[in-house]
Structures are given as structure tokens and as C-alpha cells.
């Protein structure tokens, strides 16, 4: 069965500093994968998603970036952290043929970073 | 521009009765439409969905309706469950290729009360 692995788990970092958020999936090959944003209050934000190794399409203009090393390795990150980067960061994926109703995104368990 | 919306922040209901849960949406190009239920420190989990091609889905205690000319649709669980409180998050898709972009409300957060 497919796993998604999303770590740590909680994470307080100080203005300014750099981010590194990883996510893997186990069990499927050539996922789709996502990153989502909840900040407080709002609803689930898309970030990045990617359909392939080091394809990377970004929905927002932001401070963060991401990249795809690997196929089931999907890694969030910022050179310099802004309080507005604060929130509940998720991990997704899809299989390679999926879409929104056929096959549902599958969430990892979530990253809870505050920047102080 | 919020396509898809999740005006009632909350709702409590007694264990038993039915909870019905509302959501709008402004896209037109919206066929697909799902419901996500979430445990506080947890990622959302799939709960139901129904495609603009149906107006009913049920799944045991939960049913979706779909009212496209109205762009509403609503989640219903009956009988409610404490187990059932968590927030659901209504979310929408459009036919893009092979991607699956979803688009989430914000949320409602739903109480049953013992």
C-alpha cells in the first residue's frame, strides 16, 4: 500500500533563517505531488505541484520554493524565513494518472512551522 | 477571489441528528467536487465525492448533493457521531489535463455534541 511520509512534525524557526521541509512516498511510482498552506483561518492554499522529477510548477508568487530530486521525494524550502510563512504546510500526491475526483490527494500528516 | 466558499465557520449538532454542511462555488468549469475531513494535527482525509454529472452520492451515513444550477452542494451525515467532529473542507475541480489541482474552502468545523 501507498505510504507519505512528511517531516518534522512541528518546527519553530526565527525570522530570517532557512527552510527545509521534506516529504517521500512510498509504494507508487511517478506521483504527482503537493504542497498545500493552511494558514489560520483560511482554507488549504496550493503552493507547488509537480508531475515529474524536477518539474516544479508554482501557483503563487511567494517566498518559497521547491524541488523534486527524486521521483517520491518532494522537498519545500525559503532561503530566508517571513512571519507570513507561518502555518500548516502539507504534503499530497495523486497517482501519475490522476486527477481531482478520480483519485483523490492523499495528505501526509503535516508540518506546524511558526517563524518567530 | 474565493472560488469555492464555506460561509458557516461552524456547527454543532447532538449526537443522533443530522449535520448538513454547505458549500458554494463561482467556477462554472468546476465538474468534480469532494468532500475532506480533518483531525486537528492531522492531513486531511477523503471522505465522499460526486461528479457534476450526478446530483446524489451517498456512502453509508454520508451523502453529498450537488445543485449545479445553484453552484451549491452540501455534505450530509446522519446519524451525527462525536467521532464525527473534525473540520471538512468542501474542495473543487476543473478538468485540466492530467494534473488534479483542487480548489479548498476554508473550512467548516463541526461539533457533535454527546
Known amino acids: 500500500s501507498q505510504t507519505i511520509h512528511q517531516w518534522p512534525a512541528t518546527l519553530v524557526q526565527p525570522v530570517g533563517s532557512p527552510l527545509s521541509l521534506e516529504c517521500t512516498v512510498e509504494?507508487?511510482?511517478?506521483?504527482?505531488l503537493y504542497w498545500y498552506r493552511q494558514a489560520a483561518g483560511r482554507g488549504l492554499q496550493l503552493l507547488f505541484y509537480?508531475?515529474?522529477?524536477g518539474q516544479i510548477s508554482s501557483e503563487v508568487p511567494q517566498n518559497l520554493s521547491a524541488s523534486r530530486p527524486q521521483d517520491r521525494q518532494f522537498i519545500l524550502s525559503s532561503k530566508k524565513l517571513l512571519l507570513s510563512d507561518s502555518g500548516f504546510y502539507l504534503c499530497?500526491?495523486?497517482?501519475?494518472w490522476g486527477r481531482g475526483g478520480n483519485s483523490p490527494l492523499h495528505f501526509g500528516n503535516g508540518t506546524r512551522l511558526t517563524v518567530t | 477571489d474565493q472560488q469555492v466558499k464555506q460561509n458557516s465557520p461552524s456547527l454543532s449538532v447532538q449526537e443522533g441528528r443530522i449535520s448538513i454542511l454547505n458549500c458554494d462555488y463561482t467556477?462554472?468549469?468546476?465538474?468534480?467536487f469532494l468532500w475532506y475531513k480533518k483531525y486537528p494535527a492531522e492531513g486531511p482525509t477523503f471522505l465522499i465525492s460526486?461528479?457534476?454529472?450526478?446530483d446524489k452520492n451517498e456512502d453509508g451515513r454520508f451523502t453529498v448533493f450537488l445543485n449545479k444550477s445553484a453552484k451549491h452542494l452540501s455534505l450530509h451525515i446522519v446519524p451525527s457521531q462525536p467521532g464525527d467532529s473534525a473540520v471538512y473542507f468542501c474542495?473543487?475541480?476543473?478538468?485540466?489535463?492530467?494534473?488534479?489541482?483542487?480548489?479548498f474552502g476554508k473550512g467548516i468545523t463541526l461539533s457533535v455534541r454527546p
Open positions: 499530497a500526491w495523486t497517482p501519475e
Open positions: 467556477n462554472s468549469m468546476f465538474d468534480y
Open positions: 460526486i461528479s457534476s454529472i450526478k
Open positions: 474542495a473543487a475541480s476543473a478538468l485540466t489535463g492530467a494534473n488534479s489541482k483542487l480548489t
Open positions: 509504494g507508487t511510482s511517478n506521483p504527482n
Open positions: 509537480s508531475v515529474g522529477i
